[in-house]
């Protein structure tokens, strides 16, 4: 899609033709006197009085801002030549002229100055009208911002009939709002065939989701689909330093909209300015944000009264931030969710980006998209970018499938550190601690299959690493799961302990990710048996404690956060107690797969399948009171 271009103003020439005008003026000014007038020498004024008290100057002409005079002749001629000189305030200058009988008078007009006179009273005028124009040409030509723009809509518009036009097909992994869509392109197409029924077509559709899943590309796929002129803008455009001037864009909007009905509208991170009033109150610059907000309302009530078939499009990945007035019915009637894709989008999101990559014969998509589990489009889109780089970077022709491995680690880990250095006695600390963690990860069934060892360095902090990558996208989890998953986070802290008999900060990580989940198992999920299915977090809406800090949970008694932090305790103790017990029983496989990555650095595939698959299991563990 191209941006559609408004017709010039009928005015521009006439302003060009001003400016010119303005610009001979001002050459006139400089360079008439130098083509009408004499050339005369220029002499200082010290000169000028000898010459008067030598008697060698015949007449003088006094101006306002020079002095010309004429010497005496020689010969027949009774005048000489004339000069000229810069005048001083001398009082005396009269009285030497009176003694020596010199003449002496105001100086004549110049001879084109009739003409200055007239350029200085034309021309200004002229310029001034000109240079008003040139700013209106500005703000009506769809050029940049002029100085009288603040109020025009800064929306984008895009025309159907480009070769580069977004449609469905280039949309995948969202199935379920693809459809939700198509019936707002058949909206679009044929109005009359629901009119006549007795239908309302749907004015507003606000598409939800996480960042990086599509919604805007599903909102320009609707437009190509539909053949229609499609709108777009941020709502953070609408809000301005002048007061009124985001009302004033609104409203410029949607009468642009109605003029080129059937149409979509779409706006891109509407909760910049469709957020809830109640939520605190709008204060000083805030009022602007709100007199936008209202503006947006009344348009969207008055689409029925136009007759326009206009069709609003808004993203946001924060709805429960947006005012109730604009999700009642008759505004944004519907809500579709833009997820983030399971295997089989991944999959044809894969197949759309790889397309435009040279593949070598060697790349497994399928593998690719089950070792993405959460990405979102915009993170395969730039998965694939990585592994081109990659391969391009080591010079070759094709992208191969070990350039998507690197690429995926890359995108989960960072970057690898080679210049990181360790020393011998951290790099075997590190070895036993990622070893700690694949052991314990082999023997819990709510984890991952355990994919790769690295003690290689990456990102800002990872000193190490280890990949665990599922079998199948998993939506739902036990609290058995879960508490494999606490005991696979302290597998590191535990090897520490067993092997050295003492503990790092290279757990704090994992310490905080495990506790994160211990608590939410506690306050969300209702998995206690001391507090019940409670649930003790209030999700969005965060109270404020006494010194300014955030509290997520909602105001419980002293009592109550006792025992979620007895609680939170247990179930992270309970998983520390477990990894241990796991590792001790399997100290001689821990000893000998750690000895063997110091080696090689690294581990994975089946090497690293056959030496998981020698784990010994242990007894239910007891933990301590």
């Known amino acids: 899609m191209s941006i559609k271009n408004k017709p010039p103003s009928r005015f521009r020439p006439l302003g060009n033709i001003l400016l010119i005008l303005g610009g001979l003026f001002l050459l006139a000014n400089i360079f008439l006197p130098q083509l009408f007038g004499p050339s005369i020498p220029q002499v200082p004024y010290s000169l000028f009085i000898h010459q008067i008290d030598d008697g060698d100057v015949s007449r003088v002409y006094v101006g306002q801002n020079e002095i010309r005079y004429q010497l005496k002749g020689e010969g027949e001629n ?87 036009k977004v449609t469905f097909n280039d949309v995948a992994g969202v199935e379920e709002a693809k459809t939700e869509l198509e019936e707002i392109v058949e909206f679009l197409k044929s109005p009359q065939r629901y009119i006549q029924i007795g239908a309302r077509i749907p004015k507003g559709v606000l598409l939800v989701g996480p960042p990086g899943t599509g919604k805007t590309l599903l909102a320009k796929a609707v437009a190509g689909e539909a053949g229609v002129p499609f709108f777009s803008i941020s709502g953070s455009e609408f809000v301005e330093l002048f007061v009124g001037a985001g009302a004033a864009r609104v409203r410029d909007l949607f009468e642009q909209a109605k003029k080129q009905a059937p149409c979509i509208v779409f706006i891109d991170e509407l909760d910049a300015i469709g957020k809830s009033r109640a939520s605190g109150g709008f204060m000083g610059g805030n009022d602007e944000r709100e007199q936008t907000l209202n503006q947006l309302l009344t348009e969207m009530d008055g689409f029925a009264a136009a007759g326009a078939t206009v069709i609003v ?75 081109a780089l990659l391969a391009a970077r080591n010079k070759r022709e094709t992208v ?14 960072g970057l690898e550190k080679k210049s990181r250095v360790l020393s011998d006695k951290e790099k075997t600390i590190v070895a036993y601690h990622e070893v700690g963690h694949a052991l314990v990860g082999a023997m819990m069934p709510g984890g991952g299959k355990v994919a790769k060892i690295s003690i290689v360095p990456r990102g800002m902090a990872a000193l190490g690493y280890t990949l665990q990558m599922p079998t199948e996208d998993r939506f739902l989890l036990s609290e058995s799961e879960i508490r494999d998953q606490v005991a696979t986070l302290l597998g590191g802290r535990a090897a520490e302990e067993v092997v050295f008999g003492s503990i790092t900060t290279g757990a704090a990580n994992d310490l905080q990710r495990a506790t994160d989940l211990a608590e939410r198992m506690v306050t969300t999920y209702g998995m206690s048996k001391i507090l019940g299915p409670l649930a003790y977090e209030k999700g969005q809406q965060n109270n404020f404690i006494g010194d300014g800090m955030m509290n997520p949970r909602r105001m419980v008694s ?35 797969i750690a000895q063997k990555i110091l080696e090689t650095e690294v581990i994975e595939g089946e090497e690293l399948q056959n030496l998981l698959t020698q784990v010994k299991p242990v007894d239910k563990v007891a933990v301590p009171a």
Not at 400 to 413: L, T
């Open 313 to 387: 499009l808004a993203a946001t990945n924060r709805p429960e931030t947006l005012d109730p007035a604009l999700l009642r019915p008759g505004r944004f009637d519907r809500q579709v969710l833009v997820d983030r894709p399971d295997l089989g989008g991944r999959l044809k999101i894969l197949e759309i980006y790889a397309q435009k990559v040279k593949l070598g014969n060697d790349v497994a998509l399928k593998e690719i998209a089950t070792r993405t589990p959460g990405f979102a489009g915009a993170d395969l889109a730039n998965l694939v970018n990585e592994a």
């Open 78 to 164: 009774q005048y000489g030549q004339i000069f000229q000189t810069t005048p001083i305030f001398d009082l005396e200058l009269p009285k030497r002229l009176e003694a020596q009988g010199v003449e002496f008078a105001a100086a004549p007009p110049a001879k084109n100055g009739w003409i200055g006179s007239l350029l200085s009273w034309v021309i200004p005028p002229l310029i001034f009208v000109g240079i008003w124009q040139f700013f209106l040409n500005r703000s009506a030509g769809g050029g940049p911002a002029g100085a009288l723009s603040f109020t025009k809509s800064k929306a984008k518009v895009y025309v159907e009939g480009d070769a580069t």
């Open 558 to 592: 002293d009592d109550t956060a006792k025992a979620i932090d007895n609680e939170v305790k247990e179930i992270v103790e309970g998983g520390h107690q477990q990894a241990l017990a796991i590792l001790r029983q399997n100290r001689e496989l821990l000893e000998t």
């Open 400 to 413: 191969a499938q070990a350039d998507f491995k690197e690429a995926i680690e890359r995108v989960v880990a």
